[in-house]
Structure formats: structure tokens, C-alpha cells
């Protein structure tokens, strides 16, 4: 079991930026490649990035491409994602997840490849 919990959302206007954390607790976290997925109001829960166990290799939904960085750090159990330059249409509320990094692969993520959950964090962006 992994448990993982979200911090760092929040309101911002749009062109800011804002830094989640994940933290993870229970099993090994440098076993599991990591992934943050968004669900805006109204619509399904999107991919947004993922990255390797060892953190070298990412991949990022072209929506975010540019803008959204992730990263880990395995000695604290963390994944980050710092988002730039924001937009409105980047308001949703923000998962991070968890699969085994065996099955990592570099391109689109989908939801039901991932194990475990965070309870999701909201960021608004105002205009």
C-alpha cells in the first residue's frame, strides 16, 4: 500500500505559478513511477505528466508542455509539479498517482494504469 497526499494548491492569477508536493508513505516510493492528473469541472480526469522511478526521463501532456515541470526527490518520498505561466483553463482539481515502475513508459498516461491515489488538491487560476 501507498498512501499519498497532495499540498501546495490554491488560488492564482493567471500568468503565476504555484508548486504542488505529493508526499508518499508505506511502500518503497523509488519502486513506483509517479504521474499528476487534473479534473476540471464537468469533465473527465486528464494526464498531465509522469516521470521515472529514478526521475530521469518525463513525459508531459501538450497542454501543459513547457509550462509544467515534474520531478522527485526519492529521499524525502516527494513528487513535485511547478506549474508556470498559468492559464484558466488550468483550474481543475490535481491528483498525484502511483504504478509500479516497471510498466513506466514515455507518453500519454491513463487513469487506470495507476494504483494508488491522492485525495486531489484544487488550484483555481483567475483571469
Known amino acids: 500500500q501507498v498512501q499519498l497526499v497532495e499540498s501546495g494548491g490554491g488560488l492564482v492569477q493567471a500568468g503565476g505559478s504555484l508548486r504542488l508536493s505529493c508526499a508518499a508513505s508505506g511502500r518503497t516510493f523509488s519502486m513506483y513511477a509517479m504521474g499528476w492528473f487534473r479534473q476540471a469541472p464537468g469533465k473527465e480526469r486528464d494526464f498531465v505528466a509522469t516521470i521515472r522511478w529514478s526521475g530521469g526521463i518525463t513525459f508531459y501532456a501538450d497542454s501543459v508542455k513547457g509550462r509544467f515541470t515534474i520531478s522527485r526527490d526519492n529521499a524525502k518520498n516527494t513528487v513535485y509539479l511547478q506549474m508556470n505561466s498559468l492559464k484558466p483553463e488550468d483550474t481543475a482539481v490535481y491528483y498525484c498517482?502511483?504504478?509500479?515502475?516497471?510498466?513506466?513508459?514515455?507518453?500519454?498516461?491513463?487513469?487506470?494504469?495507476?494504483?494508488?491515489w491522492g485525495q486531489g488538491i484544487q488550484v483555481t487560476v483567475s483571469s
Open positions: 498517482a502511483a504504478k509500479p515502475s516497471r510498466s513506466w513508459y514515455s507518453g500519454p498516461n491513463y487513469e487506470d494504469e495507476y494504483d494508488y
